[in-house]
């Protein structure tokens, strides 16, 4: 149904016009498209949330784009924020260092004050370098996965059937595929019984 609203929007949606980023006329479509290559891994292009460059540009541009868009029902830019607020939100859960310096960014703190509030509420000292770091980096690359993760989960239920594996170890079933497990030659699935996210764990 995610996909759907689009297809239906696209058949009666007025052209976006930006009046706040830029002073173009021009018409600027939302739209992203994604494939999968040989070893299942989203390959997206145009505005897609499963790339983390588009991702970094949303957050860096957050608060345009939500006043462009906020109570603007026919516009894309609502339903494409509206997306944006719910993967983020998934992506970040686990995160609360994260999501504390997202929340500051599009309040539009300075780096300085972001320093001294997660030594406050955290007990951490991060130099103003590795918090842009996170920002542009680490943080819209956590965004385009989660949105990667509800592509495939919604590209393998409804287009192609998928083939799924438990992990022996956190006992969560996830599609087998490249993503989330590593080959092994010896097992029958051609597969490791632990997912990636459990190994990575381990090794840490």
Known sequence: MRKDQYVVKDSIR????TRYLTHSKNWIPLDGTEILDENCRVI???VSLCDPKVCSAVLCNYSKLRESGDG??????????EDFDRIAT???ADFPIYERIVELKVDGVQNAM??????VEF???YSNEYISSLWREKIPTLIASAAEDEYLDWYFLNVERGKYKKCSRCGKTKLAIGKYF??????LDGW???CKECRNKKKK
């Not at 590593?182 to 097992?187: F, P, R, T, Y």
């Open 14 to 17: 007025c052209p976006t016009v």
């Open 44 to 46: 997206p292009s145009g």
């Open 72 to 81: 603007n029902f026919d516009s894309d830019t609502w339903y494409f924020m």
């Open 90 to 92: 998934t992506a970040l």
């Open 114 to 119: 972001i320093q001294q509030t997660l030594q």
């Open 123 to 125: 007990g951490l000292s």
């Open 182 to 187: 590593s080959k092994n030659s010896g097992s």
């Open 192 to 194: 490791y019984s632990i």
